[in-house]
Structures are given as C-alpha cells and as structure tokens.
C-alpha cells in the first residue's frame, strides 16, 4: 500500500477522529464503518456482535451496486472520507475493485490503514479539495464525509458554492459514463440546527460542521450529475446509533481507561441524542446514486 501525505494541520475531523483508533474499535463493530448500516432483513433480535457487522457490510454492497462496480469488473475505486478503510478493505476483498484510493485528514485513521497494509489500497492524508489522480477513476464513493463541508457560519451561498466545487471535482475524476454515491445525513425538519442537540454535537462533538439540505445537494448536483436513486432511511441510522451506544455501554470501564469518565459520557449523551434526532425526524439519512454528465449544464445563475 502507497502512503502519500498532504501538508495539513489540526483540523475538526481530527478533533474528532484521532480522539484514538482503540477508543473507536471498542464500540464500532470489526469492519470499522462509522456511517449509518443497512438493516433490511436483518432481525431486530439479532445479537448486534453479528447483526451490525451484517448490515454493514450490506450498506459497502450497496454503495458498489449503486456505483455498478461487478466483481471482476476492474474498477478503480476512490472513497472520499474513507475512515478507517471498511470500503476499500471490502471492494478488493470481494473483488468489486481493482485498486481502490482512499483519502481522509485524520492522521488516526491514515495510520490505521499504513499498518493494514492491504494490497490494490492506496492510501491519501489528503482533502478532497488537494486530490489530483494521475488518471480516471471508474467509480467513487463518499460516506458520511459530506456532512463536514460546510461550517455553521457559512451562509447559504457559501454552502451551496461549497457543494458544487465537491461535485465538480467528482466529475473531473471520473470517466466518461462513470458512477458516483453519495451517504449523508441532512436537516429533514422544519428548521435546521437540530435544536440543544445540535448545538451538543457542534460544540462536544464536531465543532463548527453544519448538514446540509435535500435541496442543496441537489442543486450543487445537478449540473454535473443525474441522480438515478434516491433512499431515505432515518430508521437505519438510528438502529445503527443503538447499536453503537449499547456496545459503548459494554465497554464502559475499557473506555474511560481510554478517554476518561467525561469522554465516555460525551460520547453516551452523542449516540443517543443523535438516535433521538432520527427518530423524531428532524434529520434523515440518504443514500444517493449519480451519474456523470459528460457534458455537464449551464444553469443560469
């Protein structure tokens, strides 16, 4: 595996990320994902140390499907916001991908995929802003990376022109005819800022980042993309944050070893507020499937 490292300094995705790889592992399940699962058919009895590992792996199948990547297909993949790599790891793995490039700014995270080693797997300390590929990719993917584009003071101008340079530089790295998907919470209620639960999250947890809307990622989108599927599904995102939280509950003395008894109950108050959130709708989950245009529109501004 490549290392490339990009000059970055301390970012809020490492105020939250390279809180330690350890801490992480305790609560997460053995494929490190940390975006919402997919939980269709999987019973709610199911114990989670086989249930979430199960519906996680089925969101990676989706997200391949939704992108067309075939097993034995050849694609070269590039996963935006790849974590602790659960994507690039499970497309080579399963043959769904040639070589597959990951890019994340948490030096935690960058370290973690350093030690994996995993043959095809490039791995960037790098924003997607930085990226410059030596040629096309067929397919990319991006999960629970674009929630972190945009600050809570930038106006709704900014935001939008901040999304729309995202998904010009996704059009300029893929082929002709290629594929994109897209995971990302968004404001689904009558007002956006998610409330005291928002204002938690983005002071404790990630300081300063601010979801976007429906509606902006598609206008950002559509000049350069046609969406051929749209999901929404609160519910995954909550069964995923149960799960997380009752796994964090089991291993409540190994974490505050880690992180300490105010960083284990940060993190409880996290999971569970942000199940509330789902549940009562002020935000949802989308899982999003685009196709390039190869000539992208002139929209009239």
């Not at 994507?87 to 890019?103: F, I, K, N, P, Q």
Request: charged share 25%.
């Amino acid at each position: 595996m490549t290392i490339t490292t990009a000059g970055t300094g301390v970012t809020d995705i490492e105020f939250h990320y390279d809180l330690g790889n350890e801490f992480y592992a305790l609560w997460l399940d053995e494929t490190l994902a940390y975006t919402a699962a997919m939980w269709t058919g999987i019973p709610g009895d199911e114990p989670d140390d086989t249930a979430l590992p199960r519906a996680q792996r089925a969101k990676l199948d989706h997200h391949l499907d939704l992108v067309g990547a075939e097993r034995g297909g050849g694609a070269r993949l590039l996963d935006i916001g790849c974590g602790w790599g659960a994507m690039l790891a499970h497309a080579v793995r399963e043959d769904r991908a040639a070589s597959a490039t990951g890019l994340t700014i948490s030096r935690a995270q960058h370290a973690h995929l350093e030690a994996l080693g995993l043959p095809g797997v490039e791995a960037r300390l790098e924003s997607w802003e930085d990226h410059r590929p030596a040629q096309p990719y067929d397919v990319v993917v991006g999960m629970g990376s674009f929630e972190h584009f945009a600050t809570a003071d930038m106006s709704h101008a900014e935001r939008l022109g901040v999304y729309a340079r995202y998904f010009e530089h996704c059009h300029g790295w893929l082929r002709p005819g290629g594929r994109m998907s897209l995971q990302t919470i968004a404001y689904d209620g009558a007002a956006d800022g998610g409330g005291p639960v928002g204002s938690f999250v983005g002071s404790d947890i990630f300081p300063g980042a601010r979801l976007p809307r429906l509606s902006e990622i598609a206008a950002a989108a559509d000049p350069y993309f046609s969406v051929v599927v749209l999901h929404a599904s609160a519910e995954d995102y909550a069964r995923t944050l149960r799960a997380w939280s009752a796994r964090l509950l089991r291993a409540r003395e190994e974490a505050e070893r880690l992180v300490g008894p105010e960083g284990y109950r940060r993190y409880r108050l996290y999971l569970r507020a942000c199940e509330v959130t789902f549940l009562r709708g002020a935000a949802t989950l989308y899982r999003i499937g685009l196709r390039r245009r190869d000539e992208p529109l002139r929209l009239p501004v």
